[in-house]
T-cell receptor, first 111, second 114 residues
C-alpha cells in the first residue's frame, strides 16, 4: 500500500462548481499535512497546511480526520485559474521527517 | 528573493554519461530533498538530508548519489545515466516552525537520457 494515496482524476467541473478531493495516508504517526498545487510543468507550491480542527482560506477548506487517516480539500466557486494538479503531502513524526507526496489529483475547470 | 535555485534547467545526456544537479537555498533551512517526477507517478523521494552532514535514502535512490556540501547546498549526482532516469528532478528545502514543516521547491531540471 502506498504511503499517501489520491484519486488521480481528472476532475472536470464547470466554473462556479464545488469540488472535493480526498487523500488517505497509511502511517498513523504522521504529523503534518499539506495540500500543494502544481501547475503544468512547474514546481509544486504550498496551497495550505491542514490542521486537526480544519481550516479555511478563502474558497478553500481543508479537513483532517486522524481516526480514518484521510485529509480533504474542498474548493468552492471554482475558477478557471484553479485548474491544476493538487498534491497531498504528509510528514512523519520527528523534526527530521521527510515529506511524502501523493500522486496528485488533476482538476480541470471549464467554462 | 531567490529561495531554492536549481541548475541546470534542461539537460540531455547520453547513456553512460555522468552529471551533477546543483541545488542551493538561501532560507537557512536544515532539511533538503531531491525528488523525481514522472507521468502518473507523482513526486518520488530520491534522497534527503535532514541537516548538514547527514543524508538518507528515499524511495528510489538506486543510480544516484548526493552530497550535502554545506547548509545551503545539496547536489545530486548520476554516475552513469540510464534512459530510465529521464525525468523531471526537483530540489526542495524545508523549515520546521511551530511544529509545521513547509517545503519550497526549485523550478526543476528536465533531464533526458538518450
Amino acid at each position: 500500500r502506498k504511503e499517501v494515496e489520491q484519486d488521480p482524476g481528472p476532475f472536470n467541473v464547470p466554473e462556479g462548481a464545488t469540488v472535493a478531493f480526498n487523500c488517505t495516508y497509511s502511517n498513523s504517526a504522521s504529523q503534518s499535512f499539506f495540500w500543494y498545487r502544481q501547475d503544468c510543468r512547474k514546481e509544486p507550491k504550498l496551497l495550505m497546511s491542514v490542521y486537526s480542527s480544519g481550516n479555511e482560506d478563502g474558497r478553500f477548506t481543508a479537513q483532517l480526520n486522524r481516526a480514518s487517516q484521510y485529509i480533504s480539500l474542498l474548493i468552492r466557486d471554482s475558477k478557471l485559474s484553479d485548474s491544476a494538479t493538487y498534491l497531498c503531502v504528509v510528514t512523519g513524526p520527528g523534526t527530521a521527517s521527510k515529506l511524502t507526496f501523493g500522486t496528485g489529483t488533476r482538476l480541470q475547470v471549464t467554462l | 528573493n531567490a529561495g531554492v535555485t536549481q541548475t541546470p534547467k534542461f539537460q540531455v545526456l547520453k547513456t553512460g554519461q555522468s552529471m551533477t544537479l546543483q541545488c542551493a537555498q538561501d532560507m537557512n533551512h536544515n532539511s533538503m530533498y531531491w525528488y523525481r517526477q514522472d507521468p502518473g507517478m507523482g513526486l518520488r523521494l530520491i534522497y534527503y538530508s535532514a541537516s548538514e552532514g547527514t543524508t538518507d535514502k528515499g524511495e528510489v535512490p538506486n543510480g544516484y548519489n548526493v552530497s550535502r556540501l554545506n547548509k545551503r547546498e545539496f547536489s545530486l549526482r548520476l554516475e552513469s545515466a540510464a534512459p530510465s532516469q529521464t525525468s523531471v528532478y526537483f530540489c526542495a528545502s524545508s523549515s520546521r516552525t511551530g511544529g509545521i514543516t513547509e517545503a519550497f521547491f526549485g523550478q526543476g531540471t528536465r533531464l533526458t537520457v538518450v
